[in-house]
């Protein structure tokens, strides 16, 4: 399995509050996702990472924002947490050559009250 | 926009019977890869299988197979000699061979029941 850990794995929190997810993996892949799954929606990408400090939005990335400053570690943040944002989200990363599938962490549940 | 549809929310199989899932997606490229994942109730996301767009031959793993038809834009899993570990939510995802990133775009799922 690919060495991919998200934290936390549960939280709850209040509307208004802010909210940090961290990824972190250990095979040194180039790309680095946070998807959100929602029932009938699937998967959606909110942001996604190409390398240290590069970063660029995906198809839900209002109200998130993303850093990455070491190759390993890949933190979402949620400034304001909305009842809206109530999700459970992955972390995914791939590598840069082949057909590109994603390796998934084990899902972080979040629920904003 | 590339979009991916799964028409059928749910599926159900006997146990040791053949089911298949539908996938359809829509793109104007011609180079790309197509994957199916399986979620499971531990919720980890499993890569099934993929296919890449290039090869006219279908991919086949194990028990698992595809039917891949590139001018009709679709991409259907057969699960053979189906098996209660097979249980879980399918999803088929779409991705350009030259998208930066790999990003790839799901479809809605497919929640397959198998019965015993």
């Known amino acids: 399995d690919a060495g991919i850990t998200q934290s936390p794995r549960h939280k709850v929190t209040e509307t208004g509050t802010p909210v940090t997810l961290r990824c972190h993996q250990t095979?040194?892949?180039?790309?680095m996702y946070w998807y959100r799954q929602d029932p009938g929606h699937g998967l959606r990408l909110i942001h996604y990472?190409?390398?240290?400090?590069?970063?660029d939005k995906g198809e839900v990335s209002d109200g998130y924002s993303v850093s990455r400053s070491k190759t390993e570690d890949f933190l979402l943040t949620l400034e304001s947490a909305t009842s809206s944002q109530t999700s459970v989200y992955f972390c995914?990363?791939?590598?840069?050559?082949?057909?590109?599938?994603?390796?998934f962490g084990e899902g972080s549940r979040l629920t904003v009250l | 926009a590339q979009t991916v549809t799964q028409s059928q929310p749910e599926m159900s199989v006997q146990e040791a019977e053949t089911v298949t899932l539908s996938c359809t997606y829509d793109t104007s490229e011609s180079d790309y890869y197509l994957f199916w994942y399986k979620q499971p109730p531990s919720r980890q996301m499993i890569l099934v299988i993929r296919?890449?767009?290039?090869?006219?031959q279908n991919a086949t793993e194990n028990r698992f197979s595809v039917n891949f038809q590139k001018a009709a834009k679709s991409f259907s899993l057969k699960i053979s000699d189906s098996q209660l570990g097979d249980a879980a939510m399918y999803f088929c995802a779409y991705r350009r061979s030259y998208n930066q990133g790999g990003k790839l775009i799901f479809g809605q799922g497919t929640e397959l029941s198998v019965k015993p």
């Open positions: 296919q890449e767009a290039y090869k006219q």
């Open positions: 990472s190409y390398g240290v400090k590069d970063t």
């Open positions: 095979e040194n892949h180039r790309y």
């Open positions: 995914a990363i791939s590598e840069s050559h082949g057909p590109g599938e994603l390796f």
